[in-house]
């Protein structure tokens, strides 16, 4: 594969990372602070009639507490949204009253500083920071759920299928969830997350997570969005939220000195708490990513996280056993839960949100009563230690440890189902949301999947995906394999059949030479009784009539013969028919088994049919997959190209317009000089000085004029050479974010 499809190929998933490009762009934004910039404005414009000495309609804009706090009407911006602040309206003239009132609108570069000022949350000074509404997270807020979604099970629909790191092998499985309503897994990888059809094991798409290790996997309640939580060891921590339908970021939270381990959205997705070796718990506000608790007690490295399903508590474990619930809202303790001997790995509450579960490297279980804050079960589920717990939604718990087991128990710690097939410790858990399906993960990066009704049917899924290109030649391999066995099968099928039709037609004739036998049979035995019959009334004749002895006994002689003949024939024709009958059960014998051969064949045939379905099936896919990565190269790479062309022209009309500026302004500076020498003239140059202010007047209105082009000149120039950059990073991002696939 050469470098330019590479570039494509990364330019193409693009897609799925715009959220964070433009999170990337925000952090080199320009900040638009009220101190230096919207003020001054203000002062210009408005302070003659909105100041703390003259507050008309109460509205004073001399402060930013002023400014934020409004007038008589109510507050004049709204944060993060200038469409529904009330001082934009007024100062573009499209509501009354007019401001300022009965001049014309202020320029509109300064309306332009006051909009952006507004959408980066109103910054104070140079130490506020960039508060930009996150408008996916707000329509995914306005439309979430506490249950099942309407319509059907969330699924990837448009997702990538491209993996962001080829590798021989997976690395451990450290992170693995199971959508709640949707026959969907995902399984945590290098640098991406994969996700699965829980059912056919079929990959339905692939989740870049370009900032590290996936180490903790959460689907919100409707299974709507995934979080994903994870970064690099010693370096960074985030979480961030994924659209399951799109693959595209939502929101990205947190920016830890060090990596996520666990992480978990509340019920209504408002919140995110992150944690990890750094031994706090952080809570994020989900909207602006705004810091809103830090919770302290944990003594050591924070491995566990999880928000109740009412979404009233926050449940935390960590590597000394110390096991803690907070209220979430508050941040406030709720309950120091003792009990524990060895490190809390895995945490999960119960549907009903009564009762918590937590899985320890001491290889116990316990559940605890939330409304009493006790332990109230606990049980040795596994050898070595227990590394991950999850409850069902009929309240089964499942269950991973150190003995390369997943087991299933009921609500007693009675265990009802083991399943093997791990090759080494098991560290993560799933349920999928109808409770059919069990995935577990091991250390060795084996990731597979049980029928929880029977354990012995399973399939394997990859946390290290084939490329497309890997998954085409496959499927092509698969193909011609199929082919050849489908034409081997058919071959043998139409042999089969040619042999059935050839004994269907002996078999026929058979049983039409046993019929005309059975006719003939049927035919001499007749002649043979009729002719009995008259033997035996000549017989009688003979005993009554002595006198015509000798002729009866001619006559008898003459019908003896004729009887032994006719006994001959019918001995004959017996013989012929049970050879007919015996000739006749072997065909019908070799019929049968023909028929039997025969219906084997069709059956190979149809398994066969049906393999090649599939095969073609899958290579149809990859193809429909590869075309689509090309397609969308190929776009973005256009973009690119026409954007920075389009910037590098507005560029050079904006130095045209500075040269004019600074020749404009050399000009005014001149008569303002004349003027000066003409004003110590008054007297004697009252007509010249006269003259020379006009001129002024006349250049500083120019000059105005000019700076009025140039300031809309360079605001072209500011949105041409944003334009290009982000066509540009997109490229740059994604070449960071994914290895070169092999």
């Known amino acids: 594969m050469n470098r330019n499809f590479v570039q494509a190929l990364l330019a193409g998933c693009s897609l799925v990372f715009l959220p964070l490009l433009q999170e990337l762009r925000a952090e080199d934004e320009q900040k638009i602070t009220f101190d230096e910039h919207i003020k001054p404005i203000f002062r210009e414009h408005c302070l003659s009639c909105h100041n703390q000495a003259d507050k008309q309609s109460d509205l004073a804009l001399d402060s930013y507490a002023g400014s934020l706090a409004g007038g008589s009407s109510g507050e004049v911006v709204a944060e993060g949204n200038p469409g529904a602040s009330r001082l934009m309206a007024l100062l573009n003239h499209t509501e009354q009253p007019f401001m300022p009132p009965e001049k014309e609108a202020i320029p509109e570069a300064q309306r332009k500083l006051v909009k952006t000022w507004i959408e980066q949350g109103m910054p104070e000074n140079s130490g506020s920071v960039i508060k930009r509404k996150n408008s996916a997270a707000a329509a995914m807020l306005t439309n979430s759920s506490a249950g099942k979604p309407e319509g059907p099970p969330p699924l990837p629909e448009t997702m990538l299928r491209q993996p962001v790191t080829l590798t021989e092998r997976s690395a451990a499985i450290s992170a693995m969830a199971a959508s709640p309503w949707a026959p969907l897994i995902a399984v945590g990888g290098q640098r991406q997350v994969s996700l699965y059809h829980s059912v056919t094991g079929e990959l339905t798409g692939i989740i870049p997570f370009p900032e590290g290790e996936p180490q903790s996997l959460t689907f919100t309640r409707d299974g709507l969005q995934l979080l994903v939580g994870g970064g690099r060891h010693s370096h960074s921590g985030y979480a961030v939220l994924v659209d399951v339908a799109t693959g595209n970021r939502i ?25 990890g070796p750094q031994k706090v718990i952080r809570i994020y506000d989900t909207f602006s990513g705004e810091k809103l608790l830090e919770l302290k007690k944990h003594t050591d490295w924070i491995f566990a996280l999880r928000f109740s399903p009412d979404g009233v508590l926050l449940a935390s474990g960590d590597r000394a056993n110390g096991l803690v619930v907070w209220e979430s809202e508050t941040g406030l303790l709720y309950a120091d839960l003792v009990g524990h001997k060895g490190q809390i790995r895995g945490l999960d509450f119960r549907p009903d949100a009564n009762v918590l579960a937590s899985a320890s490297m001491d290889g116990t279980i316990k559940l605890w009563d939330m409304f009493e804050s006790k332990e109230v079960k606990s049980w040795a589920a596994h050898g070595g230690g227990a590394t991950a717990v999850a409850f069902s939604q009929a309240g089964l718990i499942a269950s991973a440890g150190m003995d390369a087991r997943v087991k299933v128990w009921n609500a007693d710690g009675a265990v009802q189902k083991e399943f093997t097939g791990l090759g080494d410790s098991a560290l993560e858990v799933a349920f999928t949301g109808d409770g059919a399906q069990v995935a577990g993960g091991d250390w060795g990066g084996k990731v597979q999947v049980w029928q929880v009704a029977d354990p012995a049917v399973t399939f394997a899924v990859a946390a290290n995906p084939p490329s497309i ?10 193909l011609v394999s199929v082919e ?12 089969v059949l040619t042999q059935s039709v050839a004994a269907a037609s002996q078999l026929t004739a058979a049983q039409q030479a046993a019929a005309d036998m059975a006719n003939k049979l049927a035919e001499a035995t007749k002649s043979q009784q009729s002719l009995i019959a008259q033997a035996t009334v000549l017989d009688k004749q003979i005993a009554d009539i002595e006198a015509q002895l000798t002729a009866f006994k001619q006559q008898r002689g003459q019908l003896g013969t004729q009887v032994e003949q006719a006994n001959t024939l019918v001995a004959q024709l017996t013989e012929g028919a049970k050879a007919a009958e015996a000739a006749m059960a072997a065909a019908l014998a070799k019929q049968q088994e023909l028929a039997v051969a025969a219906t084997a064949a069709a059956a190979r045939q149809a398994e066969a ?11 149809e896919k990859a193809l429909a997959d590869k075309s689509a990565l090309e397609a969308m190269a190929a776009k973005l790479q256009q973009d690119a190209v026409e954007l920075t062309a389009k910037a590098q022209q507005v560029t050079d009309q904006a130095a045209v317009t500075e040269a004019e500026q600074k ?9 303002a000089v004349d003027i000066k020498a003409l004003q110590d003239q008054l007297a004697a140059l009252q007509q010249q000085m006269e003259a020379a202010a006009a001129a002024q007047t006349t250049a500083q209105q120019q000059l105005t004029e000019q700076q009025k082009q140039a300031a809309e000149m360079q605001a072209a120039k500011e949105t041409a050479d944003a334009a290009a950059l982000e066509a540009k990073e997109k490229l740059e991002l994604f070449q960071q974010s994914y290895a070169a696939p092999k």
């Not at 020749?663 to 008569?671: E, F, N, P, R, Y």
Request: aromatic share 2%.
């Open 251 to 275: 929101t990205k939270v947190g920016d830890e000195l060090d990596i996520v381990l666990a992480s978990d959205i509340s019920p209504d997705k408002r919140r995110i708490a992150v944690a």
């Open 469 to 478: 290109e890997q998954r085409l030649d496959a499927a092509k391999v698969t």
């Open 484 to 495: 050849t066995e489908f034409n081997t099968v058919k071959q043998a099928t139409e042999a």
């Open 609 to 619: 049919d049906a393999k090649l379905a599939a095969a073609r099936s899958v290579a």
């Open 663 to 671: 020749a404009k302004t050399d000009a005014v500076a001149k008569l």
